[in-house]
């Protein structure tokens, strides 16, 4: 009865322990309306967002839209989502008037503009948009004015427009990304646009090189001379396993120490 006991015990903790961290989990702090990142590096509206220096790195999910009005930074979403409530102006982040901006590692999804860039009193320059998931907006990166500024490596699903170049005397790169509607010029100087995948390209590769033997067109307005046949390896859907393994970690834990008492 003293053994049955004991283990009842021990599965008990077990369970109590994987509920209080998985609570802990759930409950969310959601930053309600807009983040800033001032200035002066500091940060309003969350406690969501780890500085280190110049690197902003997300803790968790958040709902909300960011406001960046601090140059030469960098946004690390660390697989976390930035969730929007699908309201017809909103943005996910607004980096307007600033440079030198990466925003990285992010599922971005739910917005008017996923992302937005317009030119100001400062130049808007020199913005990396780098290994994100952008999802369900109406436009998932808007950059207006603004040139010399980096697409790479991201994936982008069901939205209306994937890319907006709009008003703009320079150039923009725009290459290796999951493409899956297409990309708008307006009034602007061709970005160059090269070695992206296209959900709806169904081009050849008869050489076998991994890029389409024919240019790929949109309403035939060309798209990309060198479409890629497969998808660009980003960040994964559903990227942040740090809940469940600090929940197992845990347990494992509390179990250890159980069967040390158990054993003395």
């Not at 307007?96 to 008017?112: A, E, P, Q």
């Not at 913005?127 to 490596?153: A, H, M, P, R, V």
Request: proline share 3%; hydrophobic share 40%; glycine share 8%.
């Amino acid at each position: 009865m003293f053994g049955m006991s004991r283990i009842s015990r021990f599965v008990l903790i077990l369970v109590l322990s994987s509920f209080w961290l998985a609570t802990l989990n759930l409950e969310i702090v959601k930053a309600g309306n807009t983040i800033q990142i001032n200035h002066d590096g500091s940060v309003d509206g969350t406690d969501l967002l780890q500085r280190n220096d110049n690197t902003y790195t997300f803790l968790d999910d958040i709902s909300g839209n960011i406001v960046i009005l601090k140059d030469s930074i960098t946004l690390d979403g660390a697989g976390f989502t930035l969730k929007g409530s699908g309201d017809s102006s909103e943005k996910g982040i607004d980096l307007s008037h600033k440079k030198n901006v990466t925003i990285t590692n992010l599922v971005i999804m739910d917005y008017f503009h996923g992302i937005l860039s317009r030119p100001g009193a400062g130049t808007a320059t020199n913005i990396t948009i780098q290994g994100n998931l952008i999802q369900n907006c109406d436009i998932g990166i808007e950059f207006q004015g603004t040139s010399n500024n980096l697409i790479k490596y991201n994936t982008f699903k069901n939205n209306t427009i994937d890319i907006s170049i709009n008003y703009v005397l320079g150039d923009n790169l725009i290459t290796q990304n999951n493409i899956d509607s297409y990309i708008q010029v307006w009034l602007s100087d061709r970005p160059t646009i090269d070695m992206n995948h296209w959900t709806a390209y169904n081009g050849t590769d008869d050489d076998g090189d991994g890029i389409g033997d024919s240019p790929y067109y949109h309403h035939d307005i060309l798209q990309d001379n060198n479409p890629l046949m497969n998808p660009v390896p980003v960040i994964p859907e559903f990227p942040s396993w740090t809940p469940l393994l600090v929940t197992l970690v845990a347990v494992l834990f509390v179990a250890v120490v159980y069967r040390k008492r158990l054993a003395e």
